[in-house]
């Protein structure tokens, strides 16, 4: 594989000029886990560390490698490599911090996703998961980092026809602008308009809750079965990750794909006030319940299941405003969830650099 098939190009050589760094290595890192990185050039692939300095004058997540940089090495052996610097970024895909900055996200208050990225493909599941706030929110985090965003809508398969086109009709209705495709990993149908849209040298991020399909796609797109994926049916009860790691994969057409973790917690904030909003009528029933902090499911004189009782009320949605609190809650636990692991971060970069005060070295990020 040559730079060119990893995605480099005249803006990073460009740029590699200016700072005057010819005939220095340069990779691309191609995954992240555990605190590690994997970096790939054409030689070969490393497991890379950062250097003790970038560790002390790093002041957010920002400063640190991201999968899709490119990044200058040094002392390249064994399989091993030190990351010096990253080269600036073209584009950048970031989460912003959810409520008050717990930490994670450094004094910058982002967390990135991916870098250098040309297209994101917004991953949404028609059964469980339709829901085109989020698609709005996904599509800004996208154009916010200069990253053009196209909708991917997967597991088709599971509605019937009628409801599919009016699906396609109504997301096209509200976002006239995005580039809208009809998956299913399990018939295949739409997986080979995908590869199609997929150009060589190009890298596409895919974004989406856990559970949408988007490994299930990438090996779809590999025409492998590569990554680990969901079992089928498993995803009922929601919350399971299957993707722990960002990770790059490379099509035999050329183009380059990075897979990661379902992103469970963009914007939940909001995602609670905009169930209220969607559901309006809920909201101005529950003005009549007995109770103030009904919950609408059991309680004796609630407005709303007077309304279902009635049948003024529309079972589905009903359901589906359910269902969306569930979610909703479910997120906010697994924000607390988040920062228990935050926690022991902070922890680690604390011994990590007593250790370097000790000793000239380096450590894995
Ligand atoms: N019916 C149906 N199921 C699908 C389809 N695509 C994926 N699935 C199933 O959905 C579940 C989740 O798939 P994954 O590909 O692991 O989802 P993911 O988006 O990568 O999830 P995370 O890695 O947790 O973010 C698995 O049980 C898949 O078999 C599809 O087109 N139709
Ligand atoms: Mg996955
Ligand atoms: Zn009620």
């Known amino acids: 594989m040559t730079l060119e098939d990893l995605g480099y190009d005249d803006f ?87 409520g008050k900055g717990n930490g994670y996200e450094g004094k910058s208050g982002v967390q990135i996703i991916a870098t250098n990225v040309d297209v994101a493909f917004v991953v949404e599941a028609v059964d469980r998961d339709y829901n085109l706030n989020r698609m709005e929110r996904y599509f800004a985090i996208a154009r916010d980092g200069g990253v053009r965003p196209a909708l991917i809508l997967n597991k088709m398969d599971l509605i019937p026809e009628e409801e599919r086109d009016a699906k396609v009709a109504e997301i096209r209705g509200r976002f006239g602008n995005i580039d809208v495709m009809t998956t299913s990993t ?45 079992e089928i049916g498993s995803y009922s009860g929601r919350g399971k990750h299957v993707t722990t790691a960002r990770e790059m994969y490379f099509l035999t057409n050329g183009g380059i794909v990075i897979d990661n973790p379902g992103v469970r917690e963009v914007g939940m904030t909001d995602t609670e006030t905009g169930i209220e909003e969607s559901f309006d009528e809920i909201a101005s029933l529950s003005g009549k319940c007995r109770f103030a902090d009904c919950t609408h499911e059991h309680e004796p004189g609630c407005a709303v299941l007077a309304a279902l009782g009635s049948g003024e009320m529309n079972r589905e949605r009903y359901d589906n405003y359910h269902r969306l609190r569930k979610e909703a809650e479910f997120f906010g636990s697994s924000a607390l969830e988040r920062r228990d692991k935050d926690r022991s971060f902070g922890k680690f970069m604390k011994t990590a650099k007593k250790e370097l005060k000790k000793r000239k070295g380096c450590y894995v990020d």
Request: hydrophobic share 35%.
């Open 186 to 230: 399990v018939n295949g149908e739409g997986v080979g308009s995908v590869r199609n849209a997929i150009e060589k040298g190009k890298t596409y991020c895919f974004l989406g809750s856990s559970g949408v399909g988007k490994s299930s796609l990438i090996n779809g797109l590999l025409e492998s079965d590569g990554i680990l994926t969901g």
């Open 12 to 98: 990073f050589e460009s740029s590699r000029a200016e700072r005057g760094s010819e005939g220095v290595r340069v990779a691309r890192v191609i995954a992240q886990a555990r605190g590690g990185y994997r970096v790939k050039d054409a030689d070969g692939e490393y497991v890379a560390k950062v250097t003790g300095k970038r560790m002390h004058t790093a002041s957010s997540r920002e400063d640190y490698p991201a999968v899709g940089d490119w990044v200058e090495l040094s002392d390249v052996a064994g399989g091993q490599a030190v990351i010096q610097q990253i080269l600036p970024r073209k584009t950048v895909i970031r989460r912003k911090s959810v």
